[in-house]
């Protein structure tokens, strides 16, 4: 991880919506988003298709029906102007499920043979993507990428404040439901919401202690397979040393010029350090001899090649409940870092529970129904 987890480097990251895909080689319909399709009855309709990302994409020795990869063969007569949602008529369809349920096996399909770091679809569906509206080289403003966020109640995003500090936040939008950010075939829509109000923890400081922001929306955001709620830590709860926890991001896959940003949400599984460790391993850096870890972090990661990065602030890193081989909740947000992915130097995340009361009283000011974000 980088501590400039905002796109600041030599060039501006833009998210680019693809040009609707061409039709494939083989296809005798039209080739169309799986959501504009009407479905085909089969006697395997519970079964998740798989897809390859390798079809239709740059240097694919293999070729599918339609050129894009999310896209299928609609039959003729069987294409629908409005998407349909998996979940027609369906109680997910209308209400939020209890928070931190994930969808471990994505929603309508797998990705099959695509890199083992990316994320399944609607996977962490609390998962938001932070946009800033920007002037870019004279031209008509344009949704640049800031860094990510995770929701905590249907108007409430939870973030880094380093993210949001000194903008504006008529400028701000949220997307939730976001997966790959160069296309919209994804079977369900991503939404998208104005931020009304940024809320910064009053002791946040220029050494990012207490880094942590609420971004107060304009609108809730609809539920949906991919669009959920994350749990905030019971109280006192923290994952043990050694606990496996996952976050991720679509921020840069190494350090420095030759990392490139991420297509496809990523995933990335990281252990929890012991700070006394952490600080040990940190003060071996450039930080120098006599850094100390302050206490609204805890530590993750020290895996080699496994790491958020820049670009991935905000993010929420969330573990397993104690008890529970479901439900996660957030113990931590992608904050900052020396380098991406060195073996034996951990990065370092809010700690969650430590900023806890803060959130909650924010949370109670909102009058957000404690429901939203309380692990049942």
Known sequence: MNLVATVVVAYLVV?????PATEGQSCEGKCVPQRNCRPQMTDEDDAIPEVDLRIGQENSDVVGE???YLDVCCAPGDEIEEPLS??????EATSFKS???RNNNGVGFRIGAGKVEESEFGEFPWTLLVLEQQQLFDEEQKEVYAC?????????????????LNKSHTNLLVRAGEWDTRT?????????????????????????????ALLV???PFQPAENIQLVCLPPPGVRPSVGTECVTGGWGKDKF????????????????????NECQRALRKTRLGTNFKLHSSFLCAGGKKDADVCSGDGGAALVCLLPGSQTVYYQAGIVAWGIGCGDENIPGAYVDVENTRSWIVRNLNTLKVDPTYYTAS
């Open 99 to 101: 928070c931190g349920e």
């Open 184 to 212: 919209e075939s994804e079977i369900l829509l991503h939404q998208d919401a104005k931020v009304k109000e940024v809320l910064i923890h009053e002791r946040y400081n220029k050494l990012h202690h207490f880094d942590v």
């Open 15 to 19: 998210l680019v919506v693809e040009l």
């Open 217 to 219: 929306l304009e609108k």
């Open 86 to 91: 998996l979940q027609t008529g369906s109680e």
């Open 148 to 164: 990510v966020a995770s929701l905590v109640a249907p108007n409430v995003a939870l973030t880094v404040a380093h993210c949001v």
């Open 66 to 68: 339609c050129s894009h």
């Open 256 to 275: 420095g010029q030759a990392g490139v940003y991420q297509q496809i949400l990523k995933r990335v599984t990281l252990p929890i350090v012991d700070s």
